[in-house]
């Protein structure tokens, strides 16, 4: 059932004007989710309170290496999406290449587009398309302590 939900870009657009016939509000987010914790877990249960269908969008391992350096990803973008797609509050998983979402924000048109509270000084350069079709952006608290960096840090200082 978990691979059911993984889909490709060009499914993803179909399935989402399906969801639009079918007058279901459409939520989407976008992000590396490398070594999913905590936090991720807390922010997209969260999302998934705010339509009917929770679309998580995850980078591709080269758009990650070119965000987050040489080293990263720490796990491969099938698994990640699997691991997405397994959580109850993700409806669909859906994978990118690109630096930003824009483009596939652009073609999957959310009624909501939501990021953490880490956006909340510099907004996500995805907004101006969300808005621009009339759809709503919201940025959600960032759940303090819980980073894939700090997670690393304390797996290294623990094996040392």
Do not use: W
């Not at 989402?16 to 279901?24: F, G």
């Not at 698994?79 to 409806?91: E, G, K, N, P």
């Not at 959310?110 to 907004?123: H, L, R, T």
């Amino acid at each position: 059932m978990t691979a059911n939900k993984v889909l490709s870009e060009e499914a993803m657009v179909d399935r989402c004007k399906s969801l639009r016939q079918e007058a279901k509000s459409i939520v989407f987010t976008n992000g590396c989710f490398d070594l999913l914790h905590r936090g991720h877990v807390t922010y997209l249960e969260a999302a998934r309170t705010l339509g009917d269908v929770l679309i998580v969008a995850v980078n591709s391992d080269r758009s990650v290496r070119a965000l987050k350096g040489p080293t990263r990803p720490y796990s491969p973008a099938t698994d990640r999406a699997i691991v997405l797609a397994a959580l109850a509050c993700v409806d669909y998983v859906v994978e990118f290449d690109d630096d930003t979402a824009e483009r596939l924000v652009q073609r999957l048109r959310p009624d909501i587009y939501v990021k953490g509270g880490d956006y909340a000084k510099d907004e996500p350069v995805e907004a101006m398309v969300v808005r621009a079709y009339g759809g709503t952006v919201r940025i959600l608290p960032f759940t303090t302590g819980f980073s894939t960096t700090d997670l690393v840090q304390r797996i290294i200082a623990g094996a040392e």
